[in-house]
Protein backbone atom coordinates (compact mmCIF):
# COMPACT_ATOMS: atom_id res chain seq x y z
CA UNK A 1 0.00 0.00 0.00
CA UNK A 2 2.87 1.96 -0.37
CA UNK A 3 2.65 5.41 -2.34
CA UNK A 4 3.84 4.50 -5.70
CA UNK A 5 3.67 6.51 -9.69
CA UNK A 6 2.89 4.84 -12.56
CA UNK A 7 4.43 6.62 -16.37
CA UNK A 8 1.28 6.37 -18.00
CA UNK A 9 0.05 9.84 -17.46
CA UNK A 10 -3.81 8.71 -17.26
CA UNK A 11 -2.37 7.00 -14.17
CA UNK A 12 -2.70 9.21 -10.99
CA UNK A 13 -0.54 8.49 -8.13
CA UNK A 14 -1.66 5.91 -5.45
CA UNK A 15 -1.23 7.42 -1.70
CA UNK A 16 -0.49 5.57 1.23
CA UNK A 17 -3.57 5.09 3.54
CA UNK A 18 -3.63 7.06 6.68
CA UNK A 19 -4.16 5.41 9.16
CA UNK A 20 -5.10 6.73 12.96
CA UNK A 21 -3.34 4.35 15.29
CA UNK A 22 -5.50 4.17 18.51
CA UNK A 23 -3.09 3.13 21.08
CA UNK A 24 -5.22 2.61 24.04
CA UNK A 25 -5.47 2.97 28.04
CA UNK A 26 -3.51 0.43 29.17
CA UNK A 27 -0.53 0.55 26.26
CA UNK A 28 -0.13 4.31 27.46
CA UNK A 29 0.12 4.12 30.98
CA UNK A 30 1.61 0.48 31.22
CA UNK A 31 3.22 -0.85 28.22
CA UNK A 32 3.89 1.66 25.68
CA UNK A 33 6.66 -0.32 23.83
CA UNK A 34 3.42 -2.52 22.46
CA UNK A 35 2.25 1.24 21.26
CA UNK A 36 5.74 1.50 19.42
CA UNK A 37 5.84 -1.78 18.00
CA UNK A 38 2.27 -1.17 16.57
CA UNK A 39 3.06 1.78 14.70
CA UNK A 40 6.32 0.44 13.21
CA UNK A 41 4.36 -2.47 11.84
CA UNK A 42 1.86 -0.10 10.36
CA UNK A 43 4.85 1.71 8.79
CA UNK A 44 6.32 -1.43 7.38
CA UNK A 45 3.18 -2.17 5.93
CA UNK A 46 3.54 1.36 3.36
CA UNK A 47 0.80 3.28 5.97
CA UNK A 48 0.99 6.73 7.22
CA UNK A 49 0.46 6.52 10.44
CA UNK A 50 -0.60 9.12 12.93
CA UNK A 51 -1.17 9.24 16.55
CA UNK A 52 -3.69 11.83 17.00
CA UNK A 53 -3.13 13.37 20.97
CA UNK A 54 -6.63 14.23 21.15
CA UNK A 55 -7.85 10.71 21.25
CA UNK A 56 -9.00 9.41 25.20
CA UNK A 57 -9.90 6.00 26.47
CA UNK A 58 -12.69 4.18 24.09
CA UNK A 59 -15.23 4.00 26.99
CA UNK A 60 -15.72 0.70 27.49
CA UNK A 61 -15.23 0.79 31.00
CA UNK A 62 -17.94 2.99 31.44
CA UNK A 63 -20.51 1.18 28.83
CA UNK A 64 -19.96 -1.87 30.34
CA UNK A 65 -20.80 -1.15 34.09
CA UNK A 66 -23.83 0.94 32.80
CA UNK A 67 -22.78 4.70 32.32
CA UNK A 68 -23.99 5.24 29.21
CA UNK A 69 -24.39 8.73 29.23
CA UNK A 70 -20.44 9.12 29.77
CA UNK A 71 -19.90 6.08 27.83
CA UNK A 72 -21.80 8.50 24.57
CA UNK A 73 -20.03 11.50 25.28
CA UNK A 74 -16.42 9.64 25.11
CA UNK A 75 -17.63 7.89 22.24
CA UNK A 76 -18.26 11.03 20.51
CA UNK A 77 -14.67 12.83 21.27
CA UNK A 78 -13.19 9.30 19.84
CA UNK A 79 -15.59 9.20 16.43
CA UNK A 80 -14.77 13.18 15.57
CA UNK A 81 -10.89 12.74 16.20
CA UNK A 82 -10.63 9.65 14.30
CA UNK A 83 -12.86 10.55 11.03
CA UNK A 84 -10.98 11.48 8.31
CA UNK A 85 -8.59 8.12 8.82
CA UNK A 86 -8.57 5.84 6.17
CA UNK A 87 -8.28 3.61 8.40
CA UNK A 88 -8.68 3.46 12.74
CA UNK A 89 -6.02 0.29 14.27
CA UNK A 90 -5.97 -0.28 17.32
CA UNK A 91 -3.19 -3.15 19.21
CA UNK A 92 -6.63 -4.51 21.23
CA UNK A 93 -9.28 -6.45 20.50
CA UNK A 94 -11.15 -5.12 23.78
CA UNK A 95 -11.29 -1.60 22.55
CA UNK A 96 -11.62 -2.51 18.23
CA UNK A 97 -14.56 -4.44 19.83
CA UNK A 98 -15.91 -1.70 21.33
CA UNK A 99 -15.80 0.94 18.24
CA UNK A 100 -17.19 -1.43 15.63
CA UNK A 101 -19.85 -3.43 17.68
CA UNK A 102 -20.94 -1.12 20.47
CA UNK A 103 -20.30 2.29 19.08
CA UNK A 104 -23.48 2.20 16.92
CA UNK A 105 -25.86 0.80 19.69
CA UNK A 106 -24.94 3.55 21.73
CA UNK A 107 -26.25 6.20 19.23
CA UNK A 108 -29.71 4.39 17.82
CA UNK A 109 -31.68 7.06 19.03
CA UNK A 110 -29.00 9.95 17.81
CA UNK A 111 -29.11 9.99 13.89
CA UNK A 112 -26.35 12.13 13.21
CA UNK A 113 -23.98 10.21 15.66
CA UNK A 114 -25.39 6.91 14.18
CA UNK A 115 -24.14 7.20 10.80
CA UNK A 116 -20.97 8.82 11.82
CA UNK A 117 -20.48 5.58 14.28
CA UNK A 118 -21.19 3.36 11.37
CA UNK A 119 -18.78 4.89 8.93
CA UNK A 120 -15.61 4.51 11.69
CA UNK A 121 -16.62 1.07 12.79
CA UNK A 122 -16.53 -0.17 8.93
CA UNK A 123 -12.58 0.77 8.51
CA UNK A 124 -11.79 0.24 12.44
CA UNK A 125 -9.74 -3.13 12.86
CA UNK A 126 -8.11 -5.00 15.50
CA UNK A 127 -4.20 -4.91 14.26
CA UNK A 128 -3.69 -8.22 13.37
CA UNK A 129 -6.73 -8.84 11.35
CA UNK A 130 -5.25 -5.29 9.64
CA UNK A 131 -1.58 -6.68 9.16
CA UNK A 132 -3.29 -9.71 7.77
CA UNK A 133 -6.84 -8.81 6.11
CA UNK A 134 -6.06 -5.32 4.87
CA UNK A 135 -2.32 -4.18 4.62
CA UNK A 136 -0.10 -5.17 1.97
CA UNK A 137 2.57 -8.41 2.98
CA UNK A 138 4.03 -6.62 6.04
CA UNK A 139 7.92 -7.32 6.78
CA UNK A 140 7.88 -9.35 10.33
CA UNK A 141 11.47 -9.20 11.97
CA UNK A 142 13.50 -12.31 12.72
CA UNK A 143 13.17 -14.03 16.15
CA UNK A 144 15.60 -16.60 18.27
CA UNK A 145 14.34 -19.61 18.34
CA UNK A 146 11.65 -20.34 20.66
CA UNK A 147 8.16 -21.69 21.37
CA UNK A 148 5.34 -19.63 22.26
CA UNK A 149 1.63 -20.42 23.04
CA UNK A 150 -1.44 -18.05 22.27
CA UNK A 151 -3.82 -16.57 24.58
CA UNK A 152 -7.01 -15.99 22.91
CA UNK A 153 -9.07 -12.55 24.21
CA UNK A 154 -12.69 -13.19 24.30
CA UNK A 155 -13.23 -9.63 22.93
CA UNK A 156 -11.15 -10.23 19.67
CA UNK A 157 -12.30 -13.75 19.35
CA UNK A 158 -16.13 -13.44 20.01
CA UNK A 159 -16.43 -9.85 18.77
CA UNK A 160 -14.35 -9.83 15.82
CA UNK A 161 -13.54 -13.01 14.81
CA UNK A 162 -9.72 -12.90 15.53
CA UNK A 163 -8.07 -16.04 15.52
CA UNK A 164 -5.82 -17.39 12.93
CA UNK A 165 -4.79 -14.03 11.77
CA UNK A 166 -2.03 -13.52 14.58
CA UNK A 167 -1.02 -17.22 13.74
CA UNK A 168 -0.58 -16.59 10.02
CA UNK A 169 1.81 -13.61 10.75
CA UNK A 170 3.55 -15.39 13.49
CA UNK A 171 3.89 -18.79 11.28
CA UNK A 172 6.44 -16.39 8.94
CA UNK A 173 8.68 -15.95 11.30
CA UNK A 174 11.79 -18.07 11.13
CA UNK A 175 12.66 -19.91 14.29
CA UNK A 176 9.03 -19.57 16.30
CA UNK A 177 7.35 -22.77 16.67
CA UNK A 178 3.69 -22.63 18.15
CA UNK A 179 2.19 -24.97 21.02
CA UNK A 180 -1.04 -24.70 21.32
CA UNK A 181 -2.33 -24.92 25.27
CA UNK A 182 -5.74 -26.45 26.29
CA UNK A 183 -8.57 -24.07 25.88
CA UNK A 184 -7.10 -21.19 25.04
CA UNK A 185 -9.85 -19.32 23.93
CA UNK A 186 -11.04 -19.46 27.57
CA UNK A 187 -11.48 -16.68 29.34
CA UNK A 188 -8.17 -15.60 32.02
CA UNK A 189 -10.48 -13.68 34.28
CA UNK A 190 -9.46 -9.91 33.55
CA UNK A 191 -12.77 -9.02 31.85
CA UNK A 192 -12.10 -5.42 32.86
CA UNK A 193 -13.93 -4.74 35.63
CA UNK A 194 -14.98 -8.38 36.15
CA UNK A 195 -11.67 -8.99 38.39
CA UNK A 196 -12.34 -6.40 40.63
CA UNK A 197 -16.36 -7.29 41.38
CA UNK A 198 -15.61 -11.09 41.62
CA UNK A 199 -12.14 -11.64 42.59
CA UNK A 200 -12.55 -14.87 43.96
CA UNK A 201 -13.86 -16.33 40.49
CA UNK A 202 -11.31 -13.95 38.80
CA UNK A 203 -8.70 -15.20 40.60
CA UNK A 204 -9.76 -19.23 39.69
CA UNK A 205 -9.66 -18.11 36.13
CA UNK A 206 -6.12 -17.24 36.00
CA UNK A 207 -4.83 -19.55 38.12
CA UNK A 208 -6.75 -22.23 35.05
CA UNK A 209 -5.17 -20.07 32.11
CA UNK A 210 -1.69 -20.06 34.08
CA UNK A 211 -1.37 -23.94 34.42
CA UNK A 212 -2.60 -24.40 31.16
CA UNK A 213 0.82 -22.16 29.41
CA UNK A 214 2.85 -24.13 32.05
CA UNK A 215 1.50 -27.31 30.68
CA UNK A 216 2.79 -26.23 27.12
CA UNK A 217 6.31 -25.94 27.48
CA UNK A 218 6.25 -22.75 25.80
CA UNK A 219 9.08 -19.87 26.12
CA UNK A 220 6.54 -16.89 25.85
CA UNK A 221 2.85 -16.01 26.26
CA UNK A 222 1.57 -13.85 23.71
CA UNK A 223 -1.93 -12.55 22.91
CA UNK A 224 -3.10 -9.26 21.74
CA UNK A 225 -5.00 -7.43 24.74
CA UNK A 226 -3.18 -6.10 27.30
CA UNK A 227 -5.18 -6.48 30.03
CA UNK A 228 -5.30 -10.79 29.68
CA UNK A 229 -1.73 -10.43 29.42
CA UNK A 230 -1.28 -8.46 32.47
CA UNK A 231 -3.38 -10.49 34.07
CA UNK A 232 -2.13 -13.66 33.32
CA UNK A 233 1.49 -12.08 34.16
CA UNK A 234 0.58 -11.12 37.04
CA UNK A 235 -0.54 -14.75 37.68
CA UNK A 236 2.47 -16.27 36.17
CA UNK A 237 5.25 -14.05 38.29
CA UNK A 238 3.20 -15.41 41.58
CA UNK A 239 4.12 -18.91 40.88
CA UNK A 240 7.78 -18.54 39.92
CA UNK A 241 6.88 -18.96 36.11
CA UNK A 242 9.88 -18.73 33.55
CA UNK A 243 7.21 -18.40 30.96
CA UNK A 244 7.64 -15.08 29.21
CA UNK A 245 4.88 -12.61 28.33
CA UNK A 246 4.88 -10.29 25.29
CA UNK A 247 1.96 -8.80 23.03
CA UNK A 248 1.90 -10.03 19.25
CA UNK A 249 3.12 -6.78 18.02
CA UNK A 250 6.14 -6.72 20.00
CA UNK A 251 7.45 -10.18 19.03
CA UNK A 252 5.86 -9.29 15.04
CA UNK A 253 8.33 -6.21 15.32
CA UNK A 254 11.14 -7.65 17.20
CA UNK A 255 10.76 -5.53 20.20
CA UNK A 256 11.64 -7.92 22.71
CA UNK A 257 14.68 -6.34 24.19
CA UNK A 258 12.68 -4.97 26.95
CA UNK A 259 11.93 -6.91 29.97
CA UNK A 260 8.60 -9.16 29.46
CA UNK A 261 5.29 -8.11 30.76
CA UNK A 262 5.51 -8.31 34.59
CA UNK A 263 9.51 -8.93 34.28
CA UNK A 264 8.80 -12.84 33.90
CA UNK A 265 12.12 -13.44 31.76
CA UNK A 266 13.78 -16.49 32.95
Given at each position: ?A???????TT????????G?????????????VG?A???L??????????????????????N???????????????DV?????????P?????GM????????F?????Y??????LS???????????????R??L??S?????T??????????LG????P????A?????????????N?????G??????YP??S????????????????D??????L??????????????S?????H???V?AG???VPP????RS
Open positions: MERTDSSPSPIRAPRVLFVTCLVDLFRPNFALELQRAGCDVEIPSQQTCCGQPAYNGDTRDARDIAKQVIFADYDYTVASGSCAIKEHYPRLDADAEYEKALASRCFELTEFLDGVADVASEPSCSYYHDSCSGLREIKQQRTLLRIAGLSVREMQDSVCCGFGTFCVKDIGRMVADKADAIRATGAMVLGGDGCLMNIAGRLKRVDTVSVYVAELKTDIAGS
